[in-house]
């Protein structure tokens, strides 16, 4: 992707209203909606950099829907970023990898003309916090489905990935990137911490058509699909040719992939049957972007936008990348 010139420094709050003129039929109502994830994302991004000097990290004593073990920061994200998104009620509903159920905003005859919902990932890459590394944050937004005069239900939060209206991620990296799609492309825009401001600093990112950076936990190859272990040892029989990357954050092995051109694989295995990661707070945000960058994102047969999902915590085997990587991996599945 080009680097945005000096010249022509475009704010994330420019670059929302400029795209906002394009429709003039807008109410501003999603602008708001990015503006609180905004908002929020500054505040974990704050948080995160600060994690090392204060008595913050470690293990809580709780555990989240799935049973895994929460670090408070992910409990802090979690908290920071529904309070940003109700606080100005301008969504119906949210539904957090870390909570069991779907948060309903608010009555909608309080607010009739609210009909966003958001799902978020708001800490991921969680076992990394201790350690100091690059962590995420993932988040997806639809349209309600149900009447606006009631309040909102599972069926909202249960659309496929192809009804998403926008989606994006936050990285927490050596800078704070905040990047999204809403179906026109992919936009990146770093934070400068010191005035608080996300510039456009990634326009249009597409990913190089080629690639040949892997990114996959291969200590569990024991027990992979075999169409998975013949395509890694394929892979390693081209000497030289491909390498891997892993940083077990999946928004930084993602976004790595993104520039550089790579692929990303979660396949089934004994420990995650279905594969660890979330259909609903992970794939289907990023399988959004990965496409709109020109990349392809599927689970072992099928384009993962198009799984219609059937809880809000669902797993499903994840693989997405550029377009050449997904068509040799397809040959294998
Ligand atoms: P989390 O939501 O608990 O943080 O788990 C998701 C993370 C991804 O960011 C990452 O790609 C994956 O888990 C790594 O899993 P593993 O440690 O099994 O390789
Ligand atoms: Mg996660």
């Known amino acids: 992707c080009n680097i945005q010139s000096k010249q022509s420094m475009h704010t994330l709050g420019e670059f929302l209203i400029a795209s906002q003129q394009k429709h003039p039929a807008s109410t501003g109502e999603f602008s708001k909606v990015i503006h609180a994830l905004r908002l929020a994302a500054k505040v974990v991004s704050h948080k995160v950099n600060k994690a090392g000097l204060i008595d913050i990290i470690g293990a809580n004593g709780v555990t989240n ?3 895994e073990s929460q670090q408070k920061l992910d409990v802090y994200a979690h908290e920071t970023f529904i309070g940003s998104l109700t606080n100005r009620k301008i969504v119906c509903g949210i539904a957090s990898e870390e909570a069991d159920d779907f948060i309903e905003v608010h009555n909608s005859t309080e607010n009739p003309e609210s009909k966003y919902i ?20 993932i988040f997806s937004i639809y349209k309600r489905i149900s009447p606006s005069t009631g309040p909102v239900t599972q069926e909202d939060f249960l659309q496929k990935g192809t009804e998403q209206v926008a989606a994006g991620y936050i990285l927490y990296g050596t800078s704070t990137l905040f990047v999204y799609t809403t179906g026109n492309g992919v936009n990146g825009f770093t934070l400068n911490p010191a005035i608080g401001t996300f510039y456009l600093s990634h326009p249009d990112i597409t990913l190089p058509p080629k690639g040949h950076i892997y990114s996959i936990n291969e200590a569990n190859f024991a ?7 013949d395509f890694l040892k394929n892979r390693k029989a081209e000497d030289q040719k491909y390498t891997t990357r892993y940083i077990g954050s999946m928004v930084s092995d993602i976004h790595r992939n993104m520039l550089k051109g790579g692929l990303y694989l979660y396949p089934p295995n004994q420990k995650s049957p279905q594969g660890k990661l979330r259909l609903l707070y992970e794939c289907n945000p990023i399988a959004f972007i990965v496409e709109q960058a020109g990349g392809e994102a599927i689970s072992m047969d099928q384009r993962i936008m198009e799984i219609d999902p059937n809880t809000l915590h669902q797993r499903v085997p994840f693989f997405c990348g550029n377009k050449e990587m997904v068509a040799i991996l397809k040959s294998y599945l």
Do not use: M, R
């Open 223 to 229: 027990t992979f699909p075999e169409s998975i272990k």
């Open 65 to 67: 829907a799935q049973g």
């Open 118 to 137: 958001v799902l978020i990932d708001p800490l991921d890459g969680s076992s990394n916090i201790d350690v100091n590394v690059s962590l995420g944050t």
